[in-house]
Nanobody, 127 residues
Framework: QVQLVESGGGLVQPGASLRLSCTAS????????VAWFRQFAGKEREREGS?????????DYADSVKGRFTISRDHSKNIVYLEIDNLTPEDTATYFC???????????????????WGQGTEVTVSS
């Protein structure tokens, strides 16, 4: 069973970029499709996220984040990244990564497809 750990969150200024990381303990992350989801204060976690396949040959983004979010992974480091550009206060949220071993050629963007979840890392965008 893979245990996911997110990191890289913090307080950033509007307009800045930020790179979040998702690593795994107890198992390698490499065979898993990985997705990122957000949870805004006072709301449920988003059902639709952005994902990358295990081979990184298919990446899909939620419409709301296209153009500003970039997902990548480094198998040698057992890590998946989420880079967010041009942050705005509306990006303030807790960011979760999730993993799915069953994904095929196309990773799912929907939260219900993912079995393993991290605890989240908080991102606050404020001047």
């Amino acid at each position: 069973q893979v245990q996911l750990v997110e990191s890289g969150g913090g307080l950033v200024q509007p307009g800045a970029s930020l790179r979040l990381s998702c690593t795994a303990s107890g198992s390698t992350l490499n065979p898993y499709a990985v997705a990122w989801f957000r949870q805004f204060a006072g709301k449920e976690r988003e059902r639709e996220g952005s994902c990358i396949t295990s081979k990184a040959d298919f990446i899909d983004y939620a419409d709301s984040v296209k153009g500003r979010f970039t997902i990548s992974r480094d198998h040698s480091k057992n890590i998946v990244y989420l880079e967010i550009d041009n942050l705005t206060p509306e990006d303030t949220a807790t960011y979760f990564c999730a993993a799915d071993l069953r994904a095929g050629e196309r990773c799912p963007r929907w939260a219900r497809a993912y079995d393993y979840w991290g605890q989240g890392t908080e991102v606050t965008v404020s001047s």
